[in-house]
């Protein structure tokens, strides 16, 4: 992606490399927050070595050679165009280096500086520029090394260049950043996140300047300006348009955007990573410092790194598209690992219901003896608030790990009652599981009628007759709010199913209170459903020709 809003950056560099070229040695450290561009102006700075007749060997810092003794310079000295002579000499005194390094002895001080020798005096033939991408991910023995390069290069015709990520690590006494960047032969250049208006310009040229400009204070919001999220986003953006969908007016969050949100976090520590994924589990910071165990403090410096990368915005995520592919990046025992001690956490914690139960069903797994009631709790406040389709996925979850048989058909009928609310013919496979429990005696009260009342509108009047004769055998024994329930059915019975007249009794008495039935033990009106009971319209209407407006008074 081409350089935006970094004039005063490449004007720094600019000058550091005329005096370079001049005799006049500089360092420049370029500071960033994760894929905010430092290698690319690192990689631009390189290339315009050969408009300034100068010559540029670079070297990559990396985790994986971290433990790799003078890893780093024996790129940098690879990539140099020595004589014959000198490389014999360099590869000597690598070997040497190396071997006192597994001896545990000291490098010796003689070896480090005919290293950096070999290096001035290639500069003494052409203008060097020395570029190291991710400087804090370089072994120590190279860290050692360039230092020493660094306090001579003020007379020689070199620049040495590095990038460094912001609040990086902190666990090597070698690395010290500022011996490089201190005054006056040196500098820090920091690239701050990308505007909107930079967003902007740079998106003009991938998605077309209508685009760019309508989107770009969303992909700003999105990204956090971060250059890496915003080039997923316009990927996911083109491919989105190309296969016709309609982009509208919010940012396409697709497989590309995953990518870069995986990809950026994959170049941070291993410290910085694990926060972020305790982020994805668990939002609440004080439940964070028990759920990733905090080793001196280390927790909010994580979360800093993560804000000013473009993921997080305060603790949350900046979208629910970033922390998806965080959590879809862990691997699937640590992720059910993290959200079951999530949830035994926040239950111990005294969080809400729903907040317990997100955790519990991210693990997918329920092996506590307080987690049913509590997935049922948060499966009644879900339907209170209209939240249908989550109430489901709780009582899914907790029919699933309930072995007490009147419970399960409790939560059976539940969940009847709910996916009745999305879909009237979805909880069909639960029918014959509460019709069992009815016989049993687990199923009584409202959630047995709950069962008559489904049965007939699927049209399975034979099941449904069985099940009202039980309940109306047991209607003596009926509470309050059944007895209500039954009142209130009896008159909707008698005008939609006229052939179940002699099981209703009129004889029914209403308590002296009568209570309220609640919404949540009773079957809501079902949506027009295209398929709806056409067993039951066929059977009804020959019993009697005006079942289809009965129908509609039913389901009032």
């Not at 029919?399 to 009745?420: F, G, K, M, N």
């Not at 059944?482 to 052939?499: F, G, H, K, N, Q």
Request: glycine share 8%.
């Amino acid at each position: 992606m081409k350089l935006v809003e970094r004039a005063d950056a490449i004007a720094t560099l600019d000058g550091l490399l005329a005096s370079a070229v001049a005799g006049k040695g500089r360092i420049a450290v370029i500071a960033g927050a994760v894929a905010s561009g430092k290698t690319e102006l690192l990689n631009t700075y390189a290339d315009r070595a050969v408009d300034r007749d100068a010559l540029a060997i670079t070297a990559i810092g990396a985790d994986a050679e971290r433990d790799l003794p003078l890893g780093v310079l024996t790129q940098l000295l690879l990539d140099a165009p020595l004589v014959p002579e000198e490389q014999r000499r360099a590869m000597n005194l690598l070997y040497e280096g190396v071997r006192a390094d597994d001896c545990d002895n000291q490098i010796d001080p003689q070896i480090v500086h005919a290293l950096c020798t070999i290096l001035l005096e290639l500069s003494h033939r052409y203008p060097l520029i020395i570029a190291v991408d991710d400087i804090d991910r370089a072994d120590r023995l190279s860290i050692v090394c360039l230092s020493y390069l660094a306090r001579r290069a003020r007379f020689a015709p070199m620049l040495l260049l590095f990038t460094q990520t912001e609040q990086g690590r902190r666990d090597d006494v070698a690395f010290d950043t500022e011996a490089f960047w201190r005054p006056p032969h040196g500098s820090r250049v920091v690239l701050s996140a990308l505007s909107a208006d930079a967003m902007r310009e740079l998106a003009a040229s991938y998605v077309g300047e209508a685009d760019a400009e309508r989107l770009a204070p969303a992909w700003q919001q999105v990204s956090g300006g971060n250059p890496l999220l915003l080039r997923g986003l316009l990927d996911d953006h083109r491919e989105a348009s190309a296969a016709g969908a309609g982009v509208g007016g919010e940012p396409v969050t697709g497989e590309n955007f995953a990518r870069a949100v995986v990809s950026c976090l994959h170049r941070t520590s291993a410290r910085v990573l694990r926060v972020a994924q305790g982020l994805a589990v668990c939002g609440d910071l004080a439940l964070l410092e028990q759920l990733v165990p905090d080793d001196g403090g280390q927790i909010g410096p994580a979360v800093r790194t993560l804000t000013t990368m473009g993921l997080m915005s305060g603790a949350d995520f900046r979208h629910p598209a970033a922390r998806a592919a965080v959590l879809a990046d862990i691997d699937e025992l640590d992720r059910v690992d993290l959200f079951s001690r999530a949830a035994v956490l926040a239950h111990r914690g005294g969080a809400s219901s729903g907040v317990v139960a997100e955790h519990l069903l991210g693990a997918g797994d329920v092996n506590e003896a307080w987690a049913v009631p509590v997935l049922e709790d948060a499966a009644r406040q879900s339907l209170r608030e209209g939240q249908v389709a989550v109430a489901v996925r709780y009582l899914q979850l907790a029919l699933r790990a309930c072995t007490d048989s009147q419970r399960r058909a409790r939560i059976t009928a539940a969940l009847v009652r709910a996916e009745w609310r999305i879909n009237p013919s979805a909880p069909t496979g639960y029918l014959p599981e509460l019709a069992a429990a009815l016989r049993g005696g687990h199923l009584r009260g409202v959630d047995a009628l709950v069962l008559t009342k489904a049965l007939l509108w699927h049209g399975q009047f034979t099941e449904a007759r069985e099940a009202f004769e039980l309940i109306s055998a047991h209607s003596g024994k009926a509470d309050a709010e059944t007895l209500a329930e039954l009142v209130i059915t009896r008159p909707l019975m008698l005008a939609t199913y006229p052939s179940f007249r002699p099981l209703l009794h009129p004889g029914i008495q209403l308590p002296v209170a009568m209570p309220t039935v609640s919404a949540s033990h009773r079957l809501s009106a079902p949506p027009r459903w295209p398929g709806y009971s056409a067993t039951a319209r066929r059977s009804e209407r020959s019993r009697w020709p005006n079942g289809s407006c009965a129908t509609r008074a039913w389901t009032r």
